[in-house]
């Protein structure tokens, strides 16, 4: 198989979401990402280009920002703000099917995030709600439980899965149909440029900075990662356009948060291509270095962080593409929960 024929089939493998969502039904897209790392606004992208595609009436578009807070500024744990009766609203009058955003935030690395999400589980039990394909993951088995009993209560809940390991968790443990489906990015192949532009500088080496690293402290050598993508002062921009969403203005009701967010997304990706596009060969422990890397056609090499994310996600979609290898000799250890 070649590597665009593998592409083709992965993008057209995203298409079995319309049998859980149905395409006349209107949706409310829940918890887009408000940062700057660029695998997350990639999922985002790829969601967009999916409703947009496929023709679906999105209802409107949220952050964790928009409905909750944190009651402890330091505190990885969210709870509800008032303006959530706009939630409650659209979902009274228009019965509309709540999508989840996707990624790699299910379980207890990213706690506040997988609070939020069980948050709209809780609140909403009656209504159709499905969560974009995921990584999962549980350290320790409290959280573990805590989403067992949570999502497996919910009558009207798929989710699906990057990886087996994770679709194991769901449909064993949790008793919940959904199935096992590639990154929302993958709806972008044939939409970002697949070329070199005639200029070959060698590989360019990624190496994540986060507590998904499995090197200790930063890691050696002259290495790049997203926050290199980040001009001087954007940081205080992401904070501001948090901020924005925070405080709940009046006037998101006509320039709606995610309009002003999608501007910054938008811009932030187009350079992490440009940052690409001149290298023939990436190396990366990220997994959307390797899935960007994909979309534009590269020769990957790719390592992994700390649960064996990448290896997962490689098994399972990209093993039959000659442009991408595993740079470690084996695996690390990839539990769902200790």
Known sequence: ???????????????????????????VYIDYPVHDNVGDLLIHQGADAFLEDYGYKVLG???????????????????????????????????????????????DIWPEFQKFRELIVERYPDTSIVIFPQSIHFGEAAGKERAIRI???????????????????????????????PDMAHQLWGRLPQDTAGEDKGVLVQRRRDKESREAGEPQGNHFDWDDLRKPGERYVIRALRKWQGIDSPL??????????RIYRDN????????????????????HGMILGALMAKRIRYGDGNYGKLHRYARAWLA???????????????????
């Open 1 to 27: 198989m070649t590597h665009h024929s593998m592409m083709d089939a992965l993008k057209n493998k995203l298409s079995a979401i319309k049998n859980v969502v149905p395409v006349e039904n209107p949706v």
């Open 61 to 107: 578009r949220y952050s964790i920002h928009d409905f909750t807070h944190r009651p402890q500024r330091h505190v990885p744990d969210v709870d509800w703000k008032p303006s959530v009766a706009d939630l409650d609203a659209l979902v009274r009058k228009f019965n509309p099917t709540l999508i989840l955003h996707g990624g790699g935030n299910f379980g």
């Open 151 to 181: 999502f497996g209560a919910h009558k009207k809940l798929h989710i699906f899965t990057r990886d087996s390991e994770s679709w194991d968790f769901v449909s064993r443990e949790c008793g919940l149909p959904g199935g096992l489906l």
């Open 252 to 261: 998101r009701h006509y320039i709606s948060n995610y309009a002003l967010w």
């Open 268 to 287: 932030l990706v187009d350079r992490a291509v440009s940052c690409f596009r001149p290298y023939g060969e990436i190396d990366t422990d990220r997994l």
């Open 320 to 338: 039959e593409s000659p442009l991408i290898q595993s740079g470690l000799e084996e695996a690390p250890s990839t539990p769902i929960a200790s």
